[in-house]
Antibody, heavy 117, light 105 residues
Framework: EVQLVESGGGLVQPGGSLRLSCAAS????????MSWVRQAPGKGLEWVAN????????YYVDSVKGRFTISRDNAKNSLYLQMNSLRAEDTAVYYC??????????WGQGTLVTVSS | SYELTQPPSVSVSPGQTASITCSGD??????ACWYQQKPGQSPVLVIYQDSKRPSGIPERFSGSNSGNTATLTISGTQAMDEADYYCQAWDNSPVFGGGTKLTVL
């Protein structure tokens, strides 16, 4: 059974940093692109970043470029999102999602990030 | 940047057919997919590559995509289908529609 379990969310002040983790199991993690998708409270879904199977290619939505860094450790079956210079508008539930041919076939339960003073 | 437009809300009576549209420039030239999200839960893929259903998704869910519009159709809508539905396509990067709240009443 495919499982994606996020962790690392919490309350952080504006300008602060947070590192999200996603533990994957039930599939060959190193064979898939992986993404982070977020959802602000009461709002829709927004793709944030993705990373190639071997970590050699990474892409970001414009609003997080230069502030967020996606990475992965295939030996640990884990995906990460380092978030720096956080803003109030980054407040959201962050989902880890597996990519398959331009769609997301499995999602984690999400972790809430709240940026507030 | 590429945009996908969905109606904010759609209402349907139990047992009737619900149609949710997703509009985007030349969307028919891309693959569209659909996610269902119930309150407090993660999104679930219900249609991919325009019209394919993942394992475990009921046959009452179907999809089509042509021209500038993709459509999610739910036949014989049940109360359990009440949820938010999001379309998604790919234009250099993943793009989501704004979501449609389906009410079954």
């Amino acid at each position: 059974e495919v499982q994606l379990v996020e962790s690392g969310g919490g309350l952080v002040q504006p300008g602060g940093s947070l590192r999200l983790s996603c533990a994957a199991s039930g599939f060959t993690f190193s064979s898939y692109w992986m993404s982070w998708v977020r959802q602000a409270p009461g709002k829709g879904l927004e793709w944030v970043a993705n990373i190639k199977q071997d970590g050699s290619d990474k892409y970001y939505v414009d609003s997080v470029k230069g502030r967020f860094t996606i990475s992965r450790d295939n030996a640990k079956n884990s995906l990460y999102l380092q978030m720096n210079s956080l803003r109030a508008e980054d407040t959201a539930v962050y989902y880890c999602a597996r990519e398959d041919s331009m769609y997301f076939d499995y999602w984690g339960q999400g972790t809430l990030v709240t940026v507030s003073s | 940047s590429y945009e996908l437009t969905q109606p904010p809300s759609v209402s349907v009576s139990p047992g009737q057919t619900a149609s949710i549209t997703c509009s985007g420039d030349e969307l028919g030239d891309k693959y569209a997919c659909w996610y269902q999200q119930k309150p407090g839960q993660s999104p679930v893929l219900v249609i991919y590559q325009d019209s394919k259903r993942p394992s475990g998704i009921p046959e009452r869910f179907s999809g089509s995509n042509s021209g500038n519009t993709a459509t999610l159709t739910i036949s014989g809508t049940q109360a359990m289908d009440e949820a938010d539905y999001y379309c998604q396509a790919w234009d250099n990067s993943p793009v989501f529609g704004g979501g449609t709240k389906l009410t079954v009443l």
